[in-house]
């Protein structure tokens, strides 16, 4: 048996256990759910599952996780029948339709849970298989790279990393699909040896762009990479393996992977040390859907297969989220996919909030247009596990509402008295504390390295509102709606306040704080012993609710970002070539297109204004560039602005940096496991800048209106 065969079994016996365990699992949890106890019985069962939770996850065996999976479950199920069966008395109207809605969302976040579970129970962590050994069996691929209206400085990065891929010359067609049909891009591509497509129309956008050029080639497998996702030399050598090895499969998917901080992360100053939105998904989402063959197509850093993409009549048009619904019909078809978790491309994140909110509106619309034309739950020739992990990645772009939901209903006891849990605060607590905890018990091991647990609930909030409408529209009315091309490589010229992002926000705040004020004063006043009970459970999450709110707003306090050329670290050797002849022997610390930043293996001040060559080395080869020193910062190094290269010279500069096998990987997943403390201290401070930064702008606004108009300007 081959190492290819052991692995297969190894996989599949995973998944025997995984549907056996979770077979067992499901009955055990149903018993255990329906047990009737008092509040002393529900705290003891609670306390005993939560200390074998913590012993639990003290082992990396994946049989454990899968317990912890099951104990958090009989936990929450327990909580959402008690929810069903003994807290929705009718009350008074209000209590009966608030109640409702806040139902609503605790199933819907319920049933994601369960989805989620299933969903990454086995992670398949897949690795590259070789090539044959003889290149002349070796496919031939077209590399598309769509661009509509990016600066060619973005896309003419892309484009040499391209040209420079590790695979036969006469096997390999680079070309540029250009939507927007520009005279100095076609110049580049000739120059830089790649075909230059465009078309007389922009129907259907970036799909319709792609199937008009699947007409004008034939390459027998189509690598995709938007213009702003640089390949690494290896990325064809690490994808294709697969491809060639098992004829029936028709998409090998890798990492998108960001080199720059996407708005989140700059404005909170998260990037490198909190994993962002998207790392989840590539981290580990993906890996639980390799296993279940349900990997989805993400539209770049991706091979296709050119024969069952033609089959299924190309990429699909019909909703702006073009990638998952290709996916969707090639498994409906029969064909597989694969997921390699090794980054082997690297672009830019958006600049801006609202840029990175208007991207996300897209993602949002177009996964509820699936749901509503191509629902994957109906679909013919999924199989069930396939069907699961689409349900769960579309219904995750419905928080919206939930989210909400759950920042607001606290208010309706502290503003209007109503109850939307007919139940003791105490017996409230007794059961939904035991679903919070074990459910943030079981993703802190499971999510860990890819998720921090309440930096998630601030992405999800900043977002939630700005998906509500276009999803639901999208459910009413599919094709309402156009694609939308994400801008990048922008600047943010100044820091400022994103007053109209914000607004949303800053009215659940003050609703609130007007909750909170609310319910302090019947504190003061005096209540029952059950009602002050109550109040402090709304208070306490009134709280959190606003702490959170804080944190979102913080998100929206737009920091300066005048670099066009993000720096990269980088460490590799390199030769600093002087006017009189010295050559001093460096080592890089960053890099850009624009320039580098060096290190002198030993002190060399250099004065600024020096012309000097620098020599690369890479893959037994070196070229020197010619630059200039901007600045000497003595130990921290000196600073380089390269001079005009000419064509090859930024080739080669793309080459022996951005194209490097090991640079994105060396990058990747660099996060410490979470803890709950260390995102709550986060959190936290993060809320307390929002609040600061929303008093900062308020003052400033209050002055300009004092201020007046100056001389000359319109009142």
Request: glycine residues 8%; charged residues 15%.
């Amino acid at each position: 048996m081959g190492l290819g065969d052991k692995r297969e079994g190894s996989v599949v016996g995973g998944k025997l256990a995984t549907a056996a365990l979770w077979v067992a699992g499901l009955a055990l949890v149903g018993f255990v759910a329906s047990v009737p106890l008092d509040v002393k019985q529900q705290f003891v069962l609670s306390a005993a599952v939560f200390v074998a939770a913590l012993l639990l996850r003290r082992s990396s065996s994946r049989l454990v996780v899968l317990a912890l999976m099951g104990l958090s479950l009989a936990m929450s199920t327990r909580y959402i029948w008690w929810r069903l069966t003994r807290t929705m008395d009718v009350g008074t109207p209000l209590d009966l339709v608030l109640g409702s809605g806040l139902l609503v969302a605790e199933l819907y976040a319920f049933l994601v849970l369960v989805l989620g579970y299933f969903q990454v129970a086995w992670p398949l962590n897949r690795r590259p298989v070789p090539l044959p050994q003889d290149q002349s069996q070796w496919p031939t691929v077209d590399v598309f790279i769509p661009t509509y209206n990016e600066p060619l400085a973005v896309v003419r990065t892309t484009v040499l990393a391209a040209s420079v891929l590790d695979w036969p010359e006469d096997k390999l067609n680079v070309y540029v699909l250009d939507d927007g049909r520009r005279d100095e891009l076609r110049e580049f591509c000739e120059q830089a040896g790649v075909h230059y497509l465009t078309r007389t129309n922009n129907s259907h956008a970036k799909a319709g762009n792609i199937n008009a050029a699947l007409k004008k080639t034939s390459g027998e497998f189509v690598a995709i990479f938007d213009c702003d996702h640089m390949p690494s030399r290896s990325f064809l050598q690490v994808a294709m393996g697969w491809l060639v090895r098992d004829p029936k499969l028709a998409v090998v998917q890798t990492p998108h992977y960001f080199f720059s901080p996407d708005p989140f992360e700059r404005n909170l100053g998260t990037f490198g040390k909190v994993p962002n939105e998207g790392h989840l998904f590539y981290g580990l989402l993906q890996d639980g859907n390799d296993a279940w063959n349900a990997t989805f197509f993400c539209g770049s850093c991706a091979v296709i297969r050119r024969g069952p993409l033609e089959e299924v009549g190309g990429v699909a048009v019909e909703t702006v989220t073009e990638d998952a619904h290709t996916a969707i019909r090639l498994h409906q078809r029969g064909y597989g996919s694969a997921y390699l978790p090794i980054p082997q491309a690297a672009g830019l994140a958006t600049e801006s909030l609202s840029a990175h909110v208007g991207q996300r509106i897209r993602w949002a619309r177009g996964m509820a247009q699936i749901f509503r034309v191509d629902n994957p739950l109906f679909a013919r020739g999924l199989s069930f596990a396939q069907r699961i992990c689409y349900t769960n990645a579309m219904l995750h772009f419905f928080y919206g509402l939930p989210r909400i939901i759950f920042l607001t209903a606290p208010l309706a006891f502290l503003l209007f008295g109503a109850h939307v849990i007919h139940a003791s605060a105490l017996m409230i607590l007794a059961y939904a504390l035991p679903h919070i905890v074990q459910s943030g018990l079981t993703n802190l091991r499971v999510q860990g390295h890819y998720r921090s647990l309440l930096w998630n609930e601030v992405y999800e909030t900043t977002l939630a509102w700005y998906i509500l409408l276009p999803t639901t529209m999208a459910v009413i009315n599919p094709k309402l709606g156009k694609f939308n091309v994400t801008a990048k490589g922008g600047l943010v010229q100044r820091s400022y306040f994103d007053t109209q992002i914000a607004k949303p926000y800053l009215f659940l705040l003050v609703l609130n704080l007007t909750g909170m004020a609310a319910g302090i004063l019947r504190l003061v006043f005096g209540g029952s012993e059950g009602e002050v009970q109550t109040l402090w459970l709304n208070l306490g999450w009134t709280a959190y609710n606003m702490m959170i709110l804080g944190a979102t707003i913080a998100t929206c306090s737009e920091q300066r970002q005048i670099r066009r050329a993000h720096r990269v670290p980088l460490r590799m050797p390199a030769l600093l070539h002087l006017p009189d002849g010295t050559s001093v022997p460096c080592h890089t610390i960053d890099f850009s297109t624009g320039g580098m930043a060096l290190r002198p293996d030993a002190p060399h001040p250099l004065a600024p204004g020096t012309e000097v060559q620098v020599e690369l080395g890479h893959r037994g080869r070196s070229c020197s560039l010619p630059a200039v020193v901007r600045q000497d910062r003595d130990e921290h190094g000196l600073s380089i602005e390269f001079r005009e290269l000419d064509l090859e010279q930024e080739r080669w500069l793309v080459a022996s940096t951005f194209a490097r096998a090991d640079l994105w990987l060396s990058q990747w997943g660099r996060h410490d496991r979470d803890t709950f403390l260390g995102s709550l201290g986060g959190v936290l401070r993060a809320s307390m800048r929002g609040f600061v930064a929303l008093g900062r702008h308020v003052a400033s606004s209050s002055r300009e209106g004092f201020r007046g108009p100056r001389a000359g300007e319109k009142a």
